[in-house]
C-alpha cells in the first residue's frame, strides 16, 4: 500500500468561501479516495475516483485526479461551519492489496 | 443498520494489563482491520483481516494480537499494556474498497 500525503496541513477559511486540499502519491493506483474525520469521530467516506477518470462531483465535492502528476484535489464550493473537519486522501493500489495507508491528512477549519 | 461498533468506548488500564477491544459490523464485509491515531497523526494499521479466520500484520503490529473466529467479529488484544499503547482505535470494514469505520475506543494505559 502507499501512503498519500496531503497539503496544506492546516486551511482557515470564512464561511461561503470555497475550500481546496490537495494529495500527492508516488507509484500508480487503481483509485484514489477521500475521507474525513470530525473531531473525535471515526472517518467517512466521502469520494472515490478511479484512475480512468479525471473528475467526479457529489454534491459540494469536487475531485480532480492527475495521474500523470500523480495527484489529487479536493475542492468544497460553499463551505459550512458543519465542514470543519480533517480530511484524508487515500489512494488505491488495487491488485493483491487489501490495506488503504493514510497521511497526517489536512485540517480545515470553517470560521462562521 | 448498525454499521461497525466498537466496544468500549473508553478503558484506562495500568501497565502490564490485558485486554480485549471488540469490533463487530453487521454489513457482511469480508475484510477488517484495526488502527490506530495518535495526536496530530494520522491512522496507522495495526493488523488486517481479509476473511474469517485470517488474520495479517499491518504497519505497527508489535504488541498486539487478534482473531477473527466470526466473519462479523475482529478482536483486538494487548497483552501486556504500555503507556506507548495510550491511543484512539478505530476499527473499520471493507467492501468494494470503501473502508467504514467505527466510532472509536479511546485507551489510556497509565
Known amino acids: 500500500s502507499q501512503q498519500g500525503e496531503e497539503d496544506p496541513q492546516a486551511l482557515s477559511i470564512q464561511e461561503g468561501e470555497n475550500a481546496t486540499m490537495n494529495c500527492s502519491y508516488k507509484?500508480?493506483?487503481?483509485?484514489l479516495q477521500w475521507y474525513r474525520q470530525n473531531s473525535g469521530r471515526g472517518l467517512v467516506h466521502l469520494i472515490l475516483i478511479r484512475s480512468n477518470e479525471r473528475e467526479k462531483h457529489s454534491g459540494r465535492l469536487r475531485v480532480t485526479l492527475d495521474t500523470s502528476k500523480k495527484s489529487s484535489s479536493l475542492l468544497i464550493t460553499a463551505s459550512r461551519a458543519a465542514d470543519t473537519a480533517s480530511y484524508f486522501c487515500?489512494?488505491?493500489?488495487?491488485?493483491?492489496?487489501?490495506?488503504?495507508?493514510f497521511g497526517k491528512g489536512t485540517k480545515l477549519s470553517v470560521i462562521p | 443498520n448498525a454499521g461497525v461498533t466498537q466496544t468500549p468506548k473508553f478503558r484506562v488500564l495500568k501497565t502490564g494489563q490485558s485486554m480485549t477491544l471488540l469490533c463487530a459490523q453487521d454489513?457482511?464485509?469480508?475484510?477488517m482491520y484495526w488502527y490506530r491515531q495518535d495526536p496530530g497523526m494520522g491512522l496507522r494499521l495495526i493488523h488486517y483481516?481479509?476473511?474469517?479466520?485470517?488474520?495479517a500484520k499491518g504497519e505497527v503490529p508489535d504488541g498486539y494480537n487478534v482473531s477473527r473466529l466470526k466473519k462479523q467479529n475482529f478482536l483486538l488484544g494487548l497483552e501486556s499494556a504500555a503507556p506507548s499503547q495510550t491511543s484512539v482505535y478505530f476499527c473499520?470494514?471493507?467492501?468494494?474498497?470503501?473502508?467504514?469505520f467505527g466510532p472509536g475506543t479511546r485507551l489510556t494505559v497509565l
Open positions: 507509484t500508480s493506483i487503481n483509485n
Open positions: 483481516s481479509v476473511g474469517e479466520g485470517t488474520t
Open positions: 487515500a489512494p488505491f493500489s488495487g491488485a493483491g492489496s487489501y490495506q488503504l495507508t
Open positions: 473499520a470494514s471493507s467492501w468494494n474498497n470503501e473502508q467504514f
Open positions: 454489513m457482511n464485509h469480508e475484510y
